[in-house]
């Protein structure tokens, strides 16, 4: 039982940094950007690409896997998204979905419809035993590093100057550039940065999830219910919810293994029932 609660654990680390990204959008932008799966799988590429085929080692890759995906959200949120912040959900809705089916054709093309192999480290293989747990030493390397993300992300928007900028310029975008604010350039780096968060998680998820062209559309629905169970007033409820959807995900495939993927599903749903505003979330 210890052991699959670890495990939950890290399952629900990585789906925090994969949707954290998502959070911040719809959270704090209000921006419901449905692509964001198209910024995991084009990190988990970098990753894949640059091991596979150039022998960069795994840790080298990770900022990489960054820097890329935060790049394509930057210049695409100059040139396409910048566009639709006044607009209605529903054409955000269909424009980020067009650019999912999109990126998935590109992707397809590009490097074929197989699933992309990443070996990782000898030293982040196996297992090791602690008070009697078996704790697997890649998933002990990303818990260690996606809660140090949390620690950083939370003190970012709570703590800086940045955080109070950003949460101003959602609050109020014309007040906001009154007090000379760039709400176009606070914009753009927090879409970059959330990007960049998403291609990190699938650098760091391809060894667990997998990773092949359709990856944004089998993930799309898990970074909704992350941010939905959590709510979308902080970064604290979904990283909580994070943690609750991993450990019921990999308790209930365990257990229930005809159920598979329904328990999170339900989960869901009478979170929805009972806390539409999602269990950490203030009701408006």
Known sequence: ??????????????????????????????????????????????TAVLMNRYGVPFLLTLPLAFIVPALAGLVLERTLYKRLYTRSHLDQVLFSIGLVFMAVAAVDYAMGSQQQMIQIPTWLQGRVEIFGIQVGLYRSFIIAVCGVLVVALQFILTQTRFGSRLRAAVDDPRVARGLGIN????????????????????????EILG??????????????????????????????????????????KYYVPSLGAFVIYTLMIVVLVLRPQGLFARAR
């Not at 753009?188 to 998820?205: E, K």
């Open 1 to 46: 039982m210890l052991t699959i609660l670890f495990d939950g654990i890290a399952y629900g680390m990585l789906l925090f940094v994969l949707a954290c990204g998502l959070a911040v959008t719809l959270g704090l932008m209000n921006f419901v950007n449905l692509a964001h799966g198209a910024f995991a799988m084009a990190g988990g590429y970098v």
């Open 183 to 206: 709400v176009s350039v606070i914009f753009a780096a927090t879409f970059a940065v959330g990007s960049g968060l998403a291609g990190l998680g699938g650098a760091l998820g391809a």
């Open 211 to 252: 990773l092949d062209p359709t990856f944004p559309l089998k993930f799309m629905i898990y970074f909704l219910i992350v941010v939905t169970v959590g709510g979308t007033t902080s970064i604290t409820g979904p990283f909580l919810a994070s943690l609750l959807l991993g450990i019921a995900d990999v308790a209930g």
